[in-house]
């Protein structure tokens, strides 16, 4: 079966820390991977898309995710965070089935 | 470019009553998907549309419906409120017809069932 799991409802960094937001993934097909951000009251906001082209994919707002397939996952990471960044993150796989399946979301907050 | 747009923004209905929000997508995009997003159980997939067809369906009780319309216009539909019903109804819109084709985000509906 097809999964996405989250390691770590919330995380706490300091402002300029790196941020670390974990996934894992299952899926029986070459998966394509998804980070999407929600800020408080509003929908989801896609951050980058893995589909295969190169492991490493960069994003909007410094954000970038490295897939590794031996390890089934994809995890988001950016060098420095901003009080900006503070937000719920989603990592979700595409399936064949034109659905796609999110994990349970982590919600990142930043200390001044 | 619009992006997609929920109406409406904030719904309080009462047990027992039924509800119909609707979501009209980013132009061009015809592919239309509905999740229900709870503290508890996160985002749940309610169903997807395109060219006013259903091609996937999600756990959910036959109270939750839904339609797309020939402009790639959407609606969902819930029938006999319950309290459990109370969530973030997310519509998103997506120009692909691949899993690889990212979603984009309406704002939603919150809708409280009391």
């Known amino acids: 079966a097809q999964s996405v799991t989250q390691l770590g409802s919330h995380v706490s960094v300091s402002e300029g820390a790196l941020v670390l937001l974990r996934c894992n993934y299952s899926s029986s097909v070459p998966p394509y991977l998804f980070w999407y951000v929600q800020y408080p009251n509003q929908g989801l906001q896609l951050l980058l898309k893995y589909t295969s082209a190169a492991t490493l994919v960069k994003g909007i707002n410094g954000f970038e995710a490295e897939f590794k397939k031996s390890e089934t996952s994809f995890h988001l990471t950016k060098p420095s965070a901003h009080m900006s960044d503070a937000a719920e993150y989603f990592c979700?796989?595409?399936?064949?089935?034109?659905?796609?399946?999110f994990g349970a979301g982590t919600r990142l907050f930043v200390k001044a | 470019k619009a992006g997609v747009t929920q109406t409406p923004r904030y719904l309080i209905k009462t047990r027992g009553q039924q509800v119909t929000l609707s979501c009209s997508p980013i132009?061009?995009?015809?592919?239309v998907s509905w999740y229900q997003q709870t503290p508890g159980q996160g985002l749940q997939f309610l169903f997807e549309y395109f060219s006013e067809t259903q091609r996937n369906k999600g756990n959910f009780p036959g109270r939750f419906s839904g339609r797309q319309f020939s402009n790639s216009r959407s609606e969902m539909n819930v029938s006999t409120l319950e309290l459990g019903d109370s969530a973030l109804y997310l519509c998103?819109?997506?120009?692909?017809?691949?899993?690889?084709?990212?979603?984009?985000f309406g704002n939603g509906t919150r809708l409280t069932v009391t």
């Open positions: 998103a819109s997506s120009g692909g017809t691949l899993s690889g084709s990212p979603l984009h």
């Open positions: 132009s061009g995009h015809r592919s």
């Open positions: 979700a796989l595409g399936t064949g089935g034109f659905k796609t399946i």
